[in-house]
């Protein structure tokens, strides 16, 4: 393949990766607990027919820096101050979040806006709703009228970064991700904001745009002079 065509290839499908993360990071600025989306690319040389050709890779990682925090309205909304995330049971089995925005059903379950419960440590605990307002400490121990309730399941990563996202913003870990105890806190009545800034995203997504169009039509220029030779032969 001509080099020129090669890396304006590479260079408009980079762009366009580039937009579709910070296109789901703009849908997202108002999700709880969302981490924004970038785009690395870097260069290489690989041996193609015993030649060495330059090689592009892009890949999406994860921004994991801490959102704001904010006051909420319930005493089941819960954040993290820090680094952990909680652990969620699922029909697919556990996932982790960021996003603490809970409630409680009838039947005294912790659960997520979706339906799926809350993992504890251990035997899985139950909140009566219409007690008292439960409290939960820093290091997410329940408790209720005085009693001990029990302790929720909170995780961390030594490489978040490894952690895939779904469609529903919840985040599986592969064998790779290496879980360890969370150095975060709780925050109880508290909600994570988005770390996404609408307006440097904007920015950004310009300059995606551009650098799409410039390589589409450096494409195209060269896409022209190749037409020129073959038909001059």
């Known amino acids: 393949m001509n080099r020129g065509i090669y890396a304006a290839a590479s260079a408009m499908n980079a762009a366009q990766q580039r937009v579709e993360a910070i296109t789901a990071n703009l849908a997202n600025a108002g999700a709880v607990g969302f981490k924004r989306k970038g785009v690395v690319t870097h260069s290489f040389q690989n041996t193609l027919q015993k030649h060495m050709q330059p090689q592009i890779a892009t890949r999406e990682i994860s921004d994991q820096s801490q959102g704001v925090l904010r006051p909420s309205e319930s005493e089941y909304d819960l954040a993290f101050e820090g680094p952990g995330f909680f652990a969620i049971d699922t029909d697919k089995g556990e996932v982790y979040t960021r996003n603490g925005a809970f409630h409680v059903d009838p039947s005294g379950v912790l659960q997520t806006r979706e339906g799926w419960p809350v993992a504890w440590e251990g035997q899985r605990g139950t909140i009566d709703p219409l007690g008292s307002k439960p409290t939960?400490?820093?290091?997410?121990?329940?408790?209720?009228?005085?009693?001990?309730?029990?302790?929720?399941?909170?995780?961390?990563?030594?490489?978040p970064q490894a952690l895939k996202s779904d469609r529903g913003g919840n985040l599986s870990a592969g064998p790779d991700a290496a879980r360890q105890a969370p150095s975060g806190v709780l925050r109880q009545g508290m909600l994570e904001n988005a770390n996404v800034n609408a307006i440097d995203?904007?920015?950004?997504?310009?300059?995606?745009?551009?650098?799409?169009?410039?390589?589409?039509r450096t494409l195209g220029t060269i896409e022209q002079v190749l037409r020129r030779i073959t038909s001059s032969r």
């Open 201 to 216: 995203e904007m920015v950004q997504l310009i300059a995606a745009q551009r650098s799409f169009e410039s390589s589409a």
């Open 136 to 159: 939960v400490d820093s290091q997410g121990n329940v408790r209720q009228d005085g009693n001990e309730i029990g302790r929720l399941k909170l995780v961390d990563f030594a490489r």
